[in-house]
C-alpha cells in the first residue's frame, strides 16, 4: 500500500532558525509520519539548513517552492535547479506564483519542462477561482492549465488540484466537487498518456487542509496525496494531520 503524500509548503512562514526548530521537533516524533511520504518546500534560503539538519532522516524529501527558467547565466534574482544541491521536487503554476507574480501558462510551461529536463520531480498546481467557479468555467480552466502538458511520455509529474477559492479561506470543496475535478485531470491524462504512464502520476489536493478535515477528504478515492499551506508550517498542526493517517 503507497503511503499518502504529505506535501509542505511552508512559503514565507519559517525562517531559518523556525525551521531547524520544526526538523528537530520532527526528529524526535519521526513515528507519527511513517504512513506518510513527507515533502518539504522551505523558503529558497533556509534549504541548505534544513537539509543537513534532515541528514538521518532519509525518506523526508526536499523540494523548492518554484525555480526560474534558467538554470544559469545573468539572471539576477533568479533562484535555479543547480543553485541548490539532491532537491527531490519543484512546485510549478501554483496559484499565488499565477496571480501575484502574474506568470502565464506559457511561463509555467516553460518552468515545468525545465524542471522535468533537469531531472526533478514537478508538482504542477492547476485550479480556479471563485469567480470562474461561479461561472461554470472550472473544467475549462483546467483543461487549459493542463494543455501545457508534453505531448510524449513523462515521468517525475505530480498535479495538484488546488482550487484558488479554497486555499487559506477554510472553505473546503465537497468530496463529490473534487472528485469530479479530479476525475476529469485524471481522464485529461489518460488522453495523453498511456495508463501505465497515467498510474504514476499522482493526484494531490490543496486548499485549507488540516486536522479537521484530513479524514473526510481521505474518503476522496483519487486523492494521493495533499499539498498543504499554512497547516504545515506549525508542527503541532503537520503532526496532527500525519496522525490521521497512523
Not at 486523492?223 to 496522525?243: H, N, R, V
Request: overall charge negative; charged content about 25%.
Amino acid at each position: 500500500m503507497n503511503r499518502t503524500i504529505l506535501a509542505a509548503n511552508w512559503k514565507m512562514y519559517l525562517n531559518e532558525d523556525t525551521s531547524i526548530d520544526f526538523i528537530k521537533k520532527m526528529s524526535s516524533d519521526i513515528e507519527s509520519f511513517s504512513n506518510s511520504e513527507v515533502i518539504l518546500f522551505p523558503s529558497h534560503t533556509c534549504i541548505s539548513q534544513v537539509q543537513k539538519e534532515l541528514k538521518n532522516l532519509n525518506d523526508i524529501k526536499i523540494g523548492m517552492q518554484d525555480c526560474d527558467i534558467h538554470t544559469k547565466g545573468a539572471y539576477t534574482g533568479g533562484v535555479s535547479l543547480h543553485g541548490l544541491s539532491h532537491i527531490d521536487f519543484c512546485i510549478v503554476g501554483h496559484s499565488e506564483r499565477r496571480l501575484l507574480y502574474n506568470e502565464s501558462d506559457e511561463v509555467v510551461k516553460n518552468k515545468l519542462e525545465t524542471v522535468i529536463s533537469n531531472g526533478v520531480n514537478a508538482i504542477l498546481c492547476v485550479g480556479e477561482t471563485k469567480e470562474q467557479k461561479n461561472d461554470g468555467n472550472t473544467f475549462t480552466v483546467i483543461d487549459a492549465q493542463l494543455s501545457i502538458l508534453p505531448k510524449d511520455a513523462i515521468s517525475r509529474l505530480t498535479i495538484a488540484y488546488e482550487p484558488v477559492w479554497s486555499i487559506g479561506s477554510g472553505e473546503v470543496p465537497s468530496n463529490k466537487y473534487i472528485e469530479d475535478v479530479l476525475s476529469y485531470i485524471k481522464n485529461k491524462l489518460k488522453s495523453l498518456y498511456s495508463d501505465e504512464i497515467v498510474e504514476k502520476i499522482n493526484l494531490l489536493y490543496g486548499g485549507s487542509v488540516d486536522k479537521d478535515n484530513i479524514n473526510r477528504l481521505l474518503e476522496v478515492k483519487l486523492i494521493d496525496g495533499f499539498l498543504i499551506g499554512s497547516a504545515s508550517a506549525d508542527f503541532e498542526s503537520f503532526k496532527a494531520i500525519a496522525d490521521k493517517l497512523n
